[in-house]
């Protein structure tokens, strides 16, 4: 049976009276693409509302690369708040007052969920590389199992930006009459070779970092820092627009009148990806940036079906709501009216909304009116149903 365990986070707390979440300990193996299987593995998770006396008003939301479980409140180990505040909360458009949300930390992550950090019970040391790769698939059968212990069995919704577009997308293949209703955001039914290639470069940067040691960093009391931050800089470039970095940043000077002739951080947006870096390093287990990054490359929705992106949708009746944002340019509107548009053919319900912004494809977690009146009113909407 499934026992239910404090969540085993990274480093110590930085925020001793915020909640830890929870974790629910499986002692039965899960089976992974790849073939291999996890023989115990730990799901880390937080909540936020209250479950309904039919248990009918759960929200799953799926979190993106760098994020956790802590979508709202006070992250434990930043001390910061979470990652979807202006969404997830009371009187926010996935409201709390109404709504039970769970959101839980992928396998392959380093917030408590197991990952390549923790240890490997055959050898007594981190997995490290001998962790299996794993699959947006796999993500989505680990926490079908979580909602199993939850005794959830119907989600009101799915939902998440980016990789958790992801997720929700799978969710609708891989458990259609579990499902209610979905919103992918900011996402594609595939990546593309362009955002494989930005993840490989990253991977690379890590891998190329001496303390890396092979991935064995842990054992040795290092870690690759440098080669993370590099990452994370790289990673979120191509998480802004030109257009957002132009008005935010321009070609102004960091702290000088004049440029320095030298290599350091002359120009603002120089040290703005620096302090992105710097601080990415701090909550983030770098073995965990390989592998989800490369669970992200490996996912594609309709490669099992023949390349026919219809029918992964043909089992379900779940409501869509689609958006994409018009100067994302890592997931282009393009890439999510495809997921519409197959949806729509299979037969299911589907709204699409491309939002006017500037922001680029980080339009999903900033102030966006537009999405949040749209989530609150698909939301309110389905559950009328």
């Not at 073939?35 to 730990?42: A, E, K, S, V």
């Not at 979508?71 to 009371?90: E, K, N, Q, Y």
């Not at 019970?121 to 199993?148: H, K, N, S």
Request: charge should be negative; aromatic fraction near 10%; proline fraction near 6%.
């Amino acid at each position: 049976m499934p026992e239910f365990a404090q969540p085993q986070f990274p480093r110590p707390l930085q925020a001793p009276d915020a909640s830890c979440g929870h974790a629910v300990r499986f002692s039965e193996p899960l089976a992974l693409d790849s073939g291999h299987t996890l023989d115990g593995f730990t799901i880390a998770y937080q909540t936020y509302g209250a479950l309904n006396r039919a248990r009918s008003n759960a929200v799953l939301v799926c979190h993106a690369l760098s994020g956790d479980q802590f979508a709202a409140g006070v992250h434990p180990v930043t001390g910061r708040v979470g990652w979807w505040p202006l969404v997830v909360g009371s009187g926010r458009p996935i409201d709390t007052g109404k709504y039970f949300v769970i959101c839980t930390n992928v396998i392959g992550g380093c917030m408590g969920s197991t990952g390549p950090a923790d240890i490997n019970p055959a050898t007594g040391r981190p997995f490290a590389l001998d962790f299996p790769v794993v699959t947006i698939r796999d993500m989505v059968r680990a926490q079908g199992r979580l909602l199993d212990v939850l005794k959830i069995e119907r989600l009101l919704c799915v939902t998440g930006g980016s990789m958790g577009g992801m997720q929700a997308l799978q969710w609708l293949a891989s458990y259609p009459e579990r499902v209610r209703s979905a919103m992918p955001l900011a996402t594609s039914a595939r990546h593309t070779a362009q955002n494989i290639a930005l993840h490989e470069v990253g991977r690379q940067a890590i891998m190329a970092d001496p303390d890396w040691r092979g991935g064995r960093y842990q054992e040795q009391g290092v870690s690759p820092k440098r080669g993370l931050a590099i990452a994370r800089m790289m990673g979120h470039i191509s998480y802004l627009s030109e257009t957002a970095l132009a008005q935010k940043f321009g070609r102004a000077l960091q702290e000088r009148e004049a440029v320095s002739y030298g290599f350091g951080p002359d120009f603002q947006v120089e040290s703005y990806l620096h302090h992105q870096g710097s601080s990415f390093v701090e909550r983030f287990d770098p073995n965990s940036y390989l592998y989800i990054t490369r669970a992200m490359d490996y996912f594609d929705l309709a490669a099992e079906y023949g390349g026919d992106l219809r029918v992964p949708f043909d089992k379900t009746r779940a409501r869509l709501l689609c958006v994409s944002f018009t100067s994302d340019w890592l997931f282009p509107t393009s890439e999510n009216r495809v997921i519409a548009e197959a949806a729509a053919a299979a037969g299911c319900p589907v709204e699409f909304r491309e939002i006017e912004s500037k922001r680029g494809h980080d339009a999903f977690l900033l102030e966006e009116p537009e999405l949040f009146a749209a989530v609150s009113r698909f939301l309110d909407s389905v559950a009328a149903e």
